[in-house]
């Protein structure tokens, strides 16, 4: 009798079979942890976004300047047909980057049908514009407190005072919160 040399016809499929299998196992476990690997990149990154939008606006705030009354307007607001806030401009003196110490920016915070966006361009000034945009919130609310009082108000009309602090809700398409309020204090205690 002779000796056997080589593998049967059906050794060979079956090892062609396992392989296969463990070769799409292992193409489908790296699929899947590339997908994870992108989301966790768009979510940091969306993070970072809404950090950096939110730690600007709030240095903008605290470092915001009256108006003259005749150049420049101080805080302003306005509303669209239904009365929702679609828009909060104010002069800031930022000491954050990317607005600087000294030089006067004019903050436009504006809701569209895309979301919110703060845009901050130099007052007279050769630096780029600013724009960065909220992820999540369709629209915002913004209250007032003044310096004499303990309750918040929804417009301010002294171009030249500042209120004691700011509120800033930011909504989603429904009117419910995205995320917590952003409250900031515009003047020191006692100041005008």
Do not use: C, K
Request: aromatic residues 6%; neutral net charge; charged residues 20%.
């Amino acid at each position: 009798m002779r000796a056997r040399r080589g593998f049967t016809l059906l050794e060979v499929m079956i090892a062609l079979l396992i392989g296969s299998v463990v070769v799409l196992l292992g193409y489908s476990t790296l699929g899947a942890g590339l997908d994870v690997e992108a989301r966790v990149t768009a979510a940091r990154e969306l993070d970072a976004s809404t950090i950096a939008f939110r730690a600007t606006l709030t240095d903008a705030l605290r470092h915001a300047v009256t108006g003259d009354g005749r150049t420049t307007g101080g805080l302003q607001t306005g509303t669209d047909a239904t009365g929702v806030t679609t828009r909060f401009s104010f002069v800031s003196r930022g000491v954050m980057q990317p607005l600087g110490g000294s030089d006067a920016w004019m903050m436009e915070l504006a809701s569209d049908s895309t979301g919110v966006t703060l845009d901050a361009r130099p007052a007279g000034m050769t630096r780029a514009a600013l724009h960065l945009s909220a992820h999540g919130p369709r629209t915002f609310a913004v209250r007032f407190l003044p310096l004499d009082d303990t309750a918040w108000r929804g417009a301010w009309n002294d171009p030249t005072r500042l209120p004691s602090a700011i509120e800033i809700r930011f909504l989603d398409a429904a009117g419910r919160d995205v995320g917590a309020a952003l409250v900031a204090r515009t003047s020191p205690v006692g100041g005008s």
